[in-house]
């Protein structure tokens, strides 16, 4: 790149289909496909920050025919249309490309390719180097020596001498080697039976095509091959013709066009935040100006209790300390606020590292480093009359962690009134992450400090209380500020969206009481899980030994590659699917639990990595997670996770250990009470189902209920006609799948793989259930139009679900989001129900002043340990609170077991 002025051509056509394909399963919370929009701005990006471009443009195909389609009407003519999900993201490309501030040259009649020829030309005559950002090996033809390719995915650049060195022609000739093999993907035809090889070699040896057919006499010897080229003689030269990028089409001349110019930041953080690329956004973002500030650090008794009298009306509090786990956080410093832009930090515990070294090395230390904080005990006994005080109402940012926090030093904090981050969560459940950073950005236009500006980041991060006070002040100030201003604003948006009660009644109240379950924790037998973690592994040399010798030789069974070799190469078994940039064979569950039906290995491969991930996720994980002082695992649950309400469970997540097979049963049996007591989980029977008789107000549904029938067998009976008594467990089984399926949307193509039936089959399972259940059918079919007319579904307590997707074009998406409308009200009416439960739960254990406790909340099942002598006391409280926790239509019904593990109380 010897030229003083750098041109760079960028084929986004290309991009945007490379983009498509490398990332998939990509969305914002709306449902929009993200995947090639996002590999296309990294690919952007990448360009503009190792390349620094002066100059650039961006060229892309327009829809319709080209002048190629003139030449040869079938030109392109098995190439399937546009994916729909690729479709709708090519307005978004197009904007970021725009807020990029690089111009995009689009000509009807031309592709992106001749359009880039067209420039290099022009570049070349007005002094330019040209750079050709593209994969497209197409692109090798234009090359010269003021002409080059550069792929950014792979960060390669292809010039005159590397093409000669990897195809032994020039770059032009590479127009004849093209013409003679085709393009299959364009449908070129070239000449049959000459393959990219062969047309190389070809090219090599006479240097063009009109060489080769000057002397085609000299090909005689090889009849086959001077039969294909004589036969096809019209067809080589129209498929070089096809091939040849266009040089000559009518545009701009004027380069200065194309002059770089600083991207418009403000438009690229916007359409960034709607595409919910949330590192980019901030990234790109630009915070409004900052109105003045009065952050202040209080490190005297006499100031703090000042400032504590003015906490008499809202106020936000942040606590800094030593861990993200609560459990094991010990406190540093307390922040608060109480007016936008004013706000006081406490600090309680900071050490300053270098401290001793300082004073070692230096007699005259500064008064600032020896400054002192004041004593926690007497600042956490000013504040703790005030923090208990349900009458003065606090507003947090996952105000659950300060509760757990905070309780560890003797605080029970009362009057939590808003957290921030449930009400972010609430008016949008959809969307991914409602972290403070994210909120200033979106509602306040402001620009946080990150915890790793105060702290660093990996190996030389240091711990909050190793911050020094003059640095934290501002960063934890900052946090109790914004929490405040933007409650400020989210509760005018809940009130506005009617989703206020939905908050006051559940969400916060739910607070409190997710925070005392955390903090008691759940007891496991240690020594149990390492034998049990001792028996999977032995297993596991078992079956590896029996892998090896079906495979016939050892290999790393964890290796997917040669996993594959072993399963299609050597056993040639068939090959289901290819890995996603389809450069080796699939092998996950799906593939390798087909070709099980065929062949042994594959189960045992299934066996194996079964084994496997319940070894690495509970019996070693959980060992690792038992808490140095408790003795206990202290999950953490989550009420901002799912889309429909319902909680979550993190580090560690007991919610997915498996309960139908006998290895998630002997994960349970390590749960165990204190001495003394057992474990009694109350599990909703049903509720679900429930909910749906209760919003259908289907007879069938309502009446089986209400007469405590087994509602598997009624379905059963009602779909395959025969009476309640022929019904075989097998029956029933498949009634059951049918039942939940309806409920979460199920077609008949999952139905039918569900059930190992055919599709045909499967339709008319569906077919006839809806004309037994007609309620059903009505009720799905009024959800869906009310999502379409609303754009949202709501559950029997008014939590929302917007659908932005239900009236897409695209089938796929609007099928996604049909099953959601109906899904989201019965799981998320469900989820409310629960934790309704929960709240009135533990409200009831403490006005009965019982020791049992609430341990776990799982889907719908809620586990206590309780002391023997309460057990049929909170048998028939549980059953009392819970199945009177709202009025259906039907009863609400709880099953309750009791047992010395939660296996035996499950």
Known sequence: MTKSRTLYLIDGTAYLYRAFHAIRNLSNSK?????????????????????????????????????????????????????????????WIKKIVAAMNIPVVEKQGYEADDLIGTYTRIAKAQGFFSVMVTGDKDFMQLVDRDCVIWDPMKDKTMDVDSIRNDLGIEPIQVIDMLGLAGDTSDNIPGVPGVGPKTALKLISEYGNIQEIYDNLDNLK??????????????????????????????????????????????????????????????????????????????????????VLDELKIPFAIDTETTSQHPMLAELVGISFSCQPHRAFYIPLAHVRPDLDELLLNSSDVSSDLLESQPDIGEVLAMLKPILEDPLIPKVGQNIKYDYIVLAKYGIEMQGMVFDTMIASYL????????????????????????????TGKGKKQ???????????????????????????????????????????????????????????????DVAKLHD??????????????????????????????????????????????????KTGYSTDIDVLTKLAEQHELPALILRFRSLGKLKSTYTDALQQLVHPSTFRIHTSFNQTITATGRLSS???????????????????????????????????????????????????????????????????????????????????????????????????????????????????????????????????????????????????????????????????????????????????????????????????????????????????????????????ALTALAKKEMEGVFDLKVPLKVNIDCGDNWAEAH
């Open 31 to 91: 449902g929009l496909p993200t995947n090639a929009t996002y590999g296309f701005t990294m690919m952007l990006l990448k360009l503009i920050r190792d390349k620094e471009p002066d100059y650039a443009a961006m060229f892309f195909d327009m829809k319709g025919p080209t002048f190629r389609h003139e030449i040869y009407d079938q030109y392109k003519a098995n190439r399937p249309p546009m994916p729909e999900e690729m479709a709708v993201q090519i307005p």
């Open 532 to 581: 049990l973690s001792k028996s999977f592994q032995q297993e596991m040399d078992k079956i590896e030994k029996e892998i090896f010798a079906v495979a016939g030789e050892t290999f790393n069974i964890n290796s997917s590659q040669q996993l594959g070799n072993i399963l299609f190469e050597k056993l040639k078994l068939p090959v289901q699917k290819k890995t996603k940039k």
């Open 221 to 306: 010897s090889k009849k086959a091959m001077h039969k294909k080229l004589l036969d096809n003689r019209e067809q080589a030269f129209l498929s070089r013709r096809l091939v040849t990028i266009e040089r000559s089409v009518e545009v701009s001349h004027d380069l200065g066009e194309f002059k770089m110019e600083k991207p418009d930041n403000e438009a690229l953080a916007e359409l960034f935040k709607n595409l919910e690329f949330r590192k980019l956004q901030q990234e790109y973002f630009e915070a409004l100006p900052v109105p003045e500030k009065d952050y202040r650090c209080l490190t005297k008794i006499d100031d703090i209790k000042k």
């Open 427 to 454: 008016l949008n459940p959809s969307l991914r992450g409602h972290g403070l950073d994210q909120i200033a950005m979106d509602l306040l236009g402001h620009k946080t400090i990150k915890y790793e500006d105060v």
């Open 650 to 872: 993190s580090d560690p997540n007991l919610q997915n250990i498996p309960i139908r097979n006998e290895e998630g049963k002997s994960i349970r049996e390590t749960f165990i009470p204190e001495k003394g007591w057992k474990l009694l989980a109350a599990d909703y029977s049903q509720i679900e189902l429930r909910i749906l008789a209760h919003c259908a107000e289907d007879k069938i549904l309502i009446e089986a209920f209400t007469n405590d029938e087994d509602i598997h067998t009624r379905t059963a009976a009602e779909v395959f006609h025969a009476l309640p008594g022929f019904i075989t467990d097998e029956l029933r089984r498949q009634a059951k799948a049918i039942n939940f399926g309806i409920v979460y949307g199920m077609g008949a193509f999952k139905l039918a793989k569900e059930l190992s039936i055919s599709r045909k089959m499967a339709q008319t399972y569906i077919d006839n259930y809806f004309a037994r259940y007609s309620g059903v059918r009505s009720y799905i079919d009024d959800t869906i139009a009310q999502a379409r007319e609303k754009g949202e579904v709501q559950t029997l307590l008014g939590r929302r679900r917007r659908l932005d997707d239900i009236n897409a074009s695209n089938a796929n998406v609007r099928g996604f989001a049909e099953r959601m409308a109906i899904n989201t009200p019965i799981q998320g009416s469900a989820a409310d129900f629960i934790k309704l439960a929960m709240i009135n739960m533990d409200k009831a254990l403490r006005e009965e002043s019982m020791k049992s406790r609430m341990l776990l909340s799982v889907h719908d099942e809620i586990l206590f340990e309780v002391p023997e002598n309460e057990i049929d």
């Open 462 to 524: 240091i711990l909050f209380s190793q911050v020094d006070i003059e640095t934290a002040v501002p960063y934890a100030c900052e946090d109790a500020d914004i929490t405040l201003q933007a409650h400020g604003i989210l509760k005018k948006r809940i009130e506005k969206e009617g989703l206020l009660n939905l908050m006051e009644t559940i969400e916060m109240p739910l607070v409190p009481v997710l925070a005392k379950m955390e903090m008691q924790g759940i007891k496991v």
